[in-house]
């Protein structure tokens, strides 16, 4: 009986998402090659990156896309952060550039965004991490 | 081993445990590891508001070149009230400014710190300097803005039996000198936890 209910309870706490969406997909941003340096491949399987997009606008500001996905069927939470880069590869500093919460139900995927602080901005980085606190 | 050495250890493993757990360390302030509580905005939840208006606006105003620039081809923005609509008392400069920085570093949007609400300036030196030039020039000299910024910073807060939770909902909107908004947006942070994490 305690294994039948620790199961029951198990089944409970799973909920997952279904997505439904157009199977060509519409002025797509242009899909930027990545290198990753992975260092905690538990978060890697589980909050998966699967594209990474760029896209310039016309007051020449690049914006990036990362789609993520839980691969589980569990609730997770995580940090990400973006950091840009000028011309140089010089790190630029801003007070509103921290870690954003975020989180995904089980099977989800979502978009995460940025835009440059500036139009020198030409380079970007994601950062990652599990919850913390 | 005898009693009072026993006891000694005891104190001495005790001593170390209570300095440790009160030994104050430095966390990076936009970094995964800064405290949250329920009932509280936290550092973090500014960053993350003025993260996402700050990406919203250069989208909306810069990349779509809908920005209209007046001074050597920068836009003056003047900073109106922010309405705090909280149970805590919030100083908004700990968003509105984290915007202001990131305009600023656009190169295409200024701020004035000598033209506010009601007159009052938000650098008196620096008005009184303005003033001073005027007079001395015989001629006006003061900029007014092109943009104003306003907004609301607003709470709700729930309960389910041992579970808390409150949402901080942070309004910002871009008024052009012809009365109209331009750019509108608003961050809904929501945050869930025990008796324990409502924070003092």
Known sequence: MGIGMAGLLAVAGCRSVNMVEPEGRI?????????????????????????????????????VQAEV?????????????????????????????????????????????SVAPTAAAKDFRLKLIEKVR | ?????????????????????????????????????????????????????????????????????????QAILGISRVINNTSEHVDTDLLTKKIRVALNKTGQVVTTTTYGLGGKAEDPLAQQILRDREKAEGKALTLLPDYSLSGKIIELRTRVGRKYQSSHVFQLTLTSRDGLAVWEDEKTITKQGGRRSLGG
């Open chain 1, 27 to 63: 002025n797509a941003p242009s899909m930027v090659a990545d290198k990753r340096v992975v260092t905690d491949p538990s978060l890697a399987r589980r909050v998966q990156v699967v594209s990474i997009g760029e896209a310039e606008g016309a007051g020449g500001h690049i914006r």
């Open chain 1, 69 to 113: 996905r839980n691969t589980t069927r569990n609730y997770r939470t995580f940090s990400y952060k973006f950091e840009w880069l000028d011309g140089d590869g010089i790190l630029i500093e801003l007070p509103s550039g921290g870690y954003q919460r975020s989180q995904l139900e089980g099977g989800e995927s979502r978009m995460l965004t």
């Open chain 2, 1 to 73: 081993m005898n009693k009072l050495m026993q006891t000694g250890i005891v104190g001495l493993g005790s001593a170390l445990l209570v300095g440790c757990a009160s030994q104050a360390n430095y966390v990076d302030s936009g970094g995964p590891r800064t405290l949250t509580t329920v009932n509280q905005i936290n550092i973090q939840d500014y960053q993350m508001a003025a993260d996402k208006m700050v990406n919203s606006l250069i989208h909306t105003m810069i990349n779509q070149g809908r920005l209209e620039t007046s001074a050597n081809g």
